[in-house]
């Protein structure tokens, strides 16, 4: 599927752009199905950058986007062209990767626009919620999440993958069918709509 939303983390914020050409009630069910599968993910107050140069937004259209983004706790404005110096603009929405040397234990929770690396293991009861790609330097048993603002090319790798549960974009991969630890490390990535978990390509 097409997609007509795209939300992009900068260090001046959120930014989201629209298509220029795609009809504004199928804008808003991607939207609202982005905002959906990643509701964790946005904190409550948060603003949202829209982008003056993604198209022409009239008064009702305007109202709509208020309605839909009041329902989970954000507010929106107007950016400038971000079209304009595009490969530094590039550069600039491409967040660094957050490295965390230590183990997550039960209760412990990683949110970030990026990708997150793990030196340790993610026990039961940790949570890591990440907009880009999630790598863990041990055994994984919490819950993650990759491409939480939608990107479904993000990737979920772990030494060992025994995750509680596995989510990329919005999608949920179904429970493996062993219990024992696998003995090579597994990489969960998006093929043909579905989360398939599969030996890492190292």
């Known amino acids: ?70 329902k989970y706790g954000l507010m929106w404005t107007f950016a400038g062209d971000m079209s304009n110096n595009a490969e530094q603009e590039e550069k600039e929405t491409i967040p660094e990767n957050m490295v965390i040397k230590r183990t997550l234990r039960s209760g412990q929770e990683i949110i970030y626009s990026g990708s997150v690396v793990i030196m340790g293991d993610v026990n039961p009861g940790a949570q890591v919620i990440a907009g880009g790609d999630i790598i863990i330097y041990g055994t994984c048993r919490g819950v993650v999440h990759a491409g939480a603002y939608g990107n ?11 995750a509680a549960q596995i989510r990329i974009a919005g999608l949920i991969a ?23 978990i599969e030996p890492a390509n190292l």
């Open 1 to 70: 599927m097409r997609e007509d939303v795209v939300f992009k983390g900068s260090k001046t914020g959120l930014h989201l752009l629209l298509s220029e050409t795609a009809d504004f009630s199928e804008v808003m069910h991607q939207l609202k199905e982005k905002l959906d599968s990643a509701a964790q993910f946005f904190r409550n107050g948060a603003i949202v950058n829209i982008s003056s140069a993604a198209r022409i937004l009239t008064p009702e259209q305007q109202g709509e986007l208020t309605d839909l983004f009041t």
């Open 174 to 196: 179904r429970s493996p069918d062993y219990l024992e630890s696998p003995e090579y490390v597994e990489t969960a990535r998006v093929k043909d709509g579905a989360v398939v």
């Open 152 to 162: 479904d090319q993000a990737t979920i790798t772990a030494n060992r993958l025994m």
